[in-house]
């Protein structure tokens, strides 16, 4: 489990089978403190958000379950629909977010190499999963 530090911040880094993690709720407790969960949860009922991340899925993923993707992106931005994390990795099989239960435990998604921008050429198997800001 290493660290790093933003403005001031300390965001948790996970490394698991030669993978590293970012986390995500580290940076979503900027936005909200009390509740960082769920501004991950609001940032997952976006449907750009589960474009980006099922496109990133499908190239990166050779067990990605795109059957149960796609009414799961029919179905976002609508005012009932809901998603978290977890249920993210549970219905589609996805391996660019980690839940980490417990100590230390929070929403890790594949760390965003600093070298890369997120538009389609940059794009390709090894690519990490960029993070967008939280808004």
């Not at 909200?32 to 750009?48: F, L």
């Amino acid at each position: 489990m290493g660290k790093l530090i933003v403005k001031d911040t300390t965001i948790r880094t996970l490394s698991k089978d030669g993978i590293d993690y970012i986390c995500i709720t580290d940076i979503a407790r900027q936005k909200n403190p009390i509740e960082p969960k769920d501004v991950v949860k609001n940032w997952m009922r976006v449907k750009n958000t589960l474009e980006y991340l099922g496109l990133w899925e499908r190239l990166n993923n050779p067990n990605f379950n795109g059957v149960e993707f796609d009414p799961i992106l029919r179905e976002a931005g609508s005012n009932s629909f809901t998603m978290s994390p977890s249920r993210w990795v549970e219905l589609t099989g996805a391996i660019g977010i980690v839940n980490k239960l417990g100590r230390d435990g929070g929403t890790y998604a594949q760390r965003v190499s600093l070298l890369r921008t997120p538009c389609k050429s940059s794009i390709s198997r090894s690519s990490p999963i960029p993070l967008q800001t939280f808004t």
